[in-house]
Nanobody
């Protein structure tokens, strides 16, 4: 069983920054690819960023490239998302997710991830 708990969301003005954290339990974190996704009401959950099991590779949605950075600490079993230059369109509930069978990669597909956190709200005001 893997448990994921996000934190760090909140209200920020456009142009500001937030750092999301995802604390995990279970011994499988260090071998899992991890991802961040987001969702707004009435829309499908969308990919934001993902990182390989060892942090050696990452990928980003085009909409956040150059502004967001994903990282992980396999000693602390924690995933991070540094968000800079926030825009109102970044407003969403942000979820972290774990892919326990990544085959060395970092997927951007929702259905590749087996475990999900409950989400943290990020609101960016204009």
């Amino acid at each position: 069983q893997v448990q994921l708990v996000e934190s760090g969301g909140g209200l920020v003005q456009a142009g500001g920054s937030l750092r999301l954290s995802c604390a995990t339990s279970g011994r499988t974190f260090s071998s899992a690819a991890m991802g961040w996704f987001r969702q707004v009401p009435g829309k499908e959950r969308e990919f934001v960023a993902a990182i390989t099991w060892n942090g050696g590779g990452s990928r980003y949605a085009d909409s956040v490239k150059g502004r967001f950075a994903i990282s992980r600490d396999n000693v602390k079993n924690t995933l991070y998302l540094q968000m800079n230059g926030l825009k109102p369109e970044d407003t969403a509930v942000y979820y972290c997710a774990a892919d326990l069978h990544p085959w060395g990669g970092a997927s951007g597909q929702v259905n590749e991830y087996e475990y999900w956190g409950q989400g943290t709200q990020v609101t960016v005001s204009s």
